[in-house]
């Protein structure tokens, strides 16, 4: 089965560009979330989608912003791109269970990441 | 609010010798956590979840509610182990995951 799928690996924007990355979630997992690792640290949470809908968000500027697909697919959108933007951005995909949230007891699978490159 | 502390960024050890990675944990309610590992050129995996109680790769990790410590230990560190190692931690009915800075372990041969 392949796994959590992002696109591009690796790019480079110039400030005040914007940034669209992809991900493409375990078939079967109906939930996607995106994180920042910014070097050396851990990742933090952006946003989380199920089923279309935004169920979460971490603490980002409007720039940032999301959507889901009927597919589940997903894309993260950064606007007036940053330097401080640079890091590395993953994809995480959970299997839902029956029922609404919580997701709690279903495991976060992620993707490899996009490593986004502000200059 | 919460908060995830992993005092250590490097650690070192000698193969085979006993290894702990500790993992400090600041939440007002009854958090789920999780000790999460990512080798060279891998991508981030789950290493072994609180609830789950059971030993992965021969790690193992007790939530200590009173200590709100999540350390994950090892009796005999390998080789293979040497990775970055992140604790993470989830709300109560939450849908997302709140991750310390990350411990870079490396195993002497």
């Known amino acids: 089965d392949a796994g959590v799928t992002q696109s591009p690996t690796h790019l480079i924007k110039t400030r005040g560009q914007q940034v669209t990355l992809r991900c493409s979630p375990i078939?079967?997992?109906?939930?996607v979330s995106w994180y920042q690792q910014v070097l050396g640290q851990g990742p933090q949470f952006i946003f989380q989608?199920?089923?279309?809908?935004?169920?979460g968000r971490g603490n980002f500027p409007d720039r940032f912003s999301a959507r889901q697909f009927p597919n589940y697919s997903s894309e993260l959108n950064v606007n007036a791109l940053l330097l401080g933007d640079s890091a590395l951005y993953l994809c995480?995909?959970?299997?839902?269970?029956?029922?609404?949230?919580?997701?709690?007891?279903?495991?976060?699978?992620f993707g490899e990441g996009s490593w986004l490159t502000v200059v | 609010a919460q908060r995830v502390t992993q005092p250590e960024k490097l650690l070192s050890v000698f193969k085979g010798a006993p290894v702990e990675l500790k993992c400090n944990y600041s939440?007002?309610?009854?958090?789920?956590l999780f000790w999460y590992v990512q080798y060279s050129r891998q991508r981030l995996q789950l290493l072994l979840r609180?609830?789950s109680r059971e030993s992965i790769k021969g790690f193992t990790a007790d939530l200590n509610k009173g200590e709100t410590s999540f350390h994950l230990k090892k009796p005999f560190a390998q080789e293979e182990d040497s990775a970055m190692y992140y604790c993470?931690?989830?709300?109560?009915?939450?849908?997302?995951?709140?991750f310390g800075t990350g411990t870079r372990l490396t195993v002497i041969p």
């Open positions: 609180h609830i």
């Open positions: 995480a995909s959970t299997k839902t269970g029956t029922g609404a949230v919580p997701f709690s007891g279903n495991t976060i699978y």
């Open positions: 078939s079967g997992h109906k939930s």
């Open positions: 939440y007002s309610g009854s958090p789920e």
């Open positions: 989608y199920y089923e279309k809908e935004e169920r």
């Open positions: 993470a931690l989830m709300r109560a009915g939450a849908n997302n995951l709140f």
